[in-house]
C-alpha cells in the first residue's frame, strides 16, 4: 500500500537572509514522503513563496485535497505528467513531484539523473549570498568569505554601488553577480549597469518588477540580465529572450523537477542561457535541482550553506563546491 503524508518543517537561518522586500530568520518548508509498506521510499522538499501568495499551511491543504484523486488505484499509478495536469506550478507541486522522482528512482534502481535524460552531476560551484546591509557589513561579510570563487550580493536600496565597491574591495578574487529583486527601475539600471560591468560584475539578476521589464526590450545592457521573478511560465520565456539573456529556474515556481525540464529545452531552443536558483531551504530541497546543474551557466544553491543546520545526511559543502550527499539521500546523486 502507497501513502502520501506532507508535513511542515522549520529550520534556523544563520543571522537574516535580507533582500529588497523583507527579511527571514527561518526556512520554513515542506516536505511530502511517499510511503510503501510504512518504509520511506521518496521524499521531497519544497518552499512556499509568500509573493506569490503561497504558505506552508496552504501548501499543505492544497496537497492533501488533491491526494484522493491522485492516489485513486482506479487511475492507475502515481504519475508526474497526470500531478501537471492537477495541480497548478508552486511549492506544494514541486514536493509532490520531487517526491515522486526519488520514489521512482530508488524503485527502478536508477539515479534520478539519467530517468531525467540529464548528464551526471560533477561536483557543481555554487553562488554564495551576501545579504542586502549596509556597506560595511556586506564588506566584512565578503570579506569572511572572500575564498569562495562566487558571490552574489542582494541588493535594492540607496547605497547600492557603495556595497559592490566595498564587496570588490574585500573579496577582489570573487566573481560577482548582484540580484536587486525587482528593486529597481529602469533608469537606475542603465544608470548604474556600466559601473557594475568596471567593477566586475557578471550578471544583473532581475533588476526591475516583472510587471515594468518590457522596458528591457530594445536595451542592450554592459552586464548580462538575468530573469527570475519575470521566469515563471514556459509560455512566458519567448517574450523574456527579448529582454534577458539568462533566465533564473527555481523548481518552486515550475512546479517541479518535471517541468523544469520542460523550461530547459525550451530555453536551449530560444538560445537563453541558463542559472539553476533555488529558496533558502535545505540539501533536500536542492538535490533535484542538482540535476540540472550540468547544463547550467551559473548554479545558485547555497540554500543549505545559510542554514544554522542543515539534515545530517545532507550535501558537504568546499569552498562553495557541491560534495556528495551520503548513499541513499535523494535520487541516487553521486558525483
Known amino acids: 500500500m502507497i501513502t502520501v503524508h506532507a508535513y511542515q518543517q522549520s529550520w534556523p537561518i544563520k543571522g537574516s537572509f535580507n533582500i529588497s522586500r523583507g527579511a527571514k530568520k527561518s526556512a520554513d518548508v515542506i516536505v511530502v514522503e511517499i510511503r510503501q509498506d510504512n518504509n520511506v521510499v521518496g521524499w521531497g522538499e519544497a518552499v512556499p513563496y509568500a509573493h506569490y501568495g503561497e504558505s506552508v499551511e496552504g501548501s499543505i491543504t492544497a496537497i492533501?485535497?488533491?491526494?484522493?484523486?491522485?492516489?485513486?488505484?482506479?487511475?492507475?499509478?502515481?504519475?508526474?505528467?497526470?500531478?501537471?495536469?492537477m495541480m497548478p506550478a508552486g511549492a506544494a507541486r514541486n514536493a509532490l513531484d520531487c517526491a515522486l522522482w526519488d520514489y521512482e528512482a530508488r524503485t527502478l534502481k536508477q539515479p534520478v539523473w539519467q530517468l531525467a535524460n540529464m548528464p551526471q552531476p560533477t561536483e557543481p560551484v555554487t553562488a554564495y549570498?551576501?545579504?542586502?546591509?549596509?556597506?560595511?557589513?556586506?564588506?566584512?561579510?565578503?570579506?569572511?568569505?572572500?575564498?569562495?570563487?562566487?558571490?552574489?550580493?542582494?541588493?535594492?536600496?540607496?547605497?547600492?554601488?557603495?556595497?559592490?565597491?566595498?564587496?570588490?574591495?574585500?573579496?577582489?578574487?570573487?566573481?560577482?553577480?548582484?540580484?536587486?529583486?525587482?528593486g529597481w527601475s529602469f533608469e537606475k539600471l542603465t544608470h548604474i549597469a556600466p559601473r557594475l560591468q568596471k567593477l566586475g560584475v557578471s550578471m544583473v539578476e532581475q533588476p526591475m518588477p516583472a510587471s515594468e521589464d518590457d522596458a528591457l526590450k530594445g536595451y542592450t545592457s554592459p552586464v548580462a540580465l538575468c530573469a527570475d521573478e519575470s521566469c515563471r511560465t514556459l509560455t512566458g520565456l519567448p517574450d523574456l529572450a527579448q529582454k534577458y539573456e539568462y533566465i533564473n529556474i527555481k523548481l518552486d515556481k515550475t512546479g517541479g523537477l518535471t517541468h523544469a525540464l520542460s523550461f530547459v529545452?525550451?530555453?536551449?531552443?530560444?538560445?537563453?542561457?541558463?542559472?539553476?536558483?533555488?529558496?533558502?531551504?535545505?540539501?533536500?530541497?536542492?538535490?533535484?535541482?542538482?540535476?540540472?546543474?550540468?547544463?547550467?551557466?551559473?548554479?545558485?544553491?547555497?540554500?543549505?550553506?545559510?542554514?544554522?543546520?542543515?539534515?545530517?545526511?545532507?550535501?558537504?559543502?568546499?569552498?562553495?563546491?557541491?560534495?556528495?550527499?551520503?548513499?541513499?539521500?535523494?535520487?541516487?546523486?553521486?558525483?
Open 265 to 335: 529545452e525550451k530555453a536551449v531552443e530560444l538560445n537563453l542561457k541558463l542559472m539553476i536558483g533555488s529558496m533558502v531551504g535545505t540539501s533536500l530541497s536542492i538535490a533535484p535541482a542538482l540535476v540540472l546543474s550540468g547544463v547550467t551557466d551559473f548554479v545558485d544553491l547555497d540554500g543549505p550553506i545559510l542554514l544554522s543546520k542543515d539534515r545530517s545526511e545532507g550535501f558537504k559543502f568546499e569552498r562553495s563546491t557541491v560534495k556528495c550527499a551520503a548513499a541513499g539521500f535523494w535520487g541516487g546523486l553521486t558525483f
Open 64 to 85: 492533501n485535497a488533491m491526494l484522493p484523486a491522485f492516489c485513486d488505484p482506479a487511475q492507475g499509478n502515481l504519475d508526474r505528467t497526470r500531478l501537471i495536469e
Open 129 to 182: 549570498t551576501i545579504s542586502l546591509d549596509t556597506p560595511e557589513k556586506m564588506g566584512a561579510s565578503a570579506k569572511e568569505n572572500a575564498h569562495r570563487p562566487l558571490l552574489k550580493l542582494k541588493l535594492g536600496h540607496e547605497e547600492d554601488l557603495a556595497c559592490v565597491v566595498a564587496v570588490s574591495k574585500s573579496a577582489h578574487d570573487s566573481d560577482l553577480i548582484v540580484d536587486a529583486n525587482e
